[in-house]
């Protein structure tokens, strides 16, 4: 089992900037992909972005290409978002996940076991 924590969401306005961590406890040697998911009211939870442990190759859904970049802390099992030009489309609660590295799944949300409890974004327009 692997516990993430999430921390730097909040309330911004829209062409701000927010950073979200995302640090992994327990079972590290399982993570072969991190990832950040988010879900908006009313609507399914969407991939964003994707963190391939091993050679720090990254994925990004086309919506925050440009904008968002996901970085590994150094010396920490941790991943940073840093979001950039936010919409108010961005507004969402954004979760952590970690799975295996299984290069045709590695998008779905069925390919990742362990979740963080998600923080909050919100910007206005």
């Known amino acids: 089992q692997v516990q993430l924590v999430e921390s730097g969401g909040g309330a911004v306005q829209a062409g701000d900037s927010l950073r979200l961590s995302c640090v992994a406890s327990?079972?590290?040697?399982?993570?072969?992909?991190m990832a950040w998911f988010r879900q908006a009211p009313g609507k399914e939870r969407e991939i964003v972005a994707v963190?391939?442990?091993?050679?720090?190759?990254?994925y990004y859904t086309d919506s925050v290409k440009g904008r968002f970049t996901l970085s590994r802390v150094d010396g920490k099992v941790a991943v940073t978002l840093q979001m950039n030009g936010l919409k108010p489309d961005d507004t969402a609660l954004y979760y952590c996940?970690?799975?295996?590295?299984?290069?045709?799944?590695?998008?779905?949300?069925?390919?990742?076991?362990?979740w963080g409890q998600g923080t909050q974004v919100t910007v206005s327009s």
């Open positions: 996940a970690t799975g295996p590295n299984n290069e045709s799944q590695y998008k779905r949300e069925s390919n990742y076991v362990n």
């Open positions: 327990g079972r590290i040697f399982s993570i072969g992909r």
């Open positions: 963190y391939r442990w091993y050679d720090g190759d990254t």
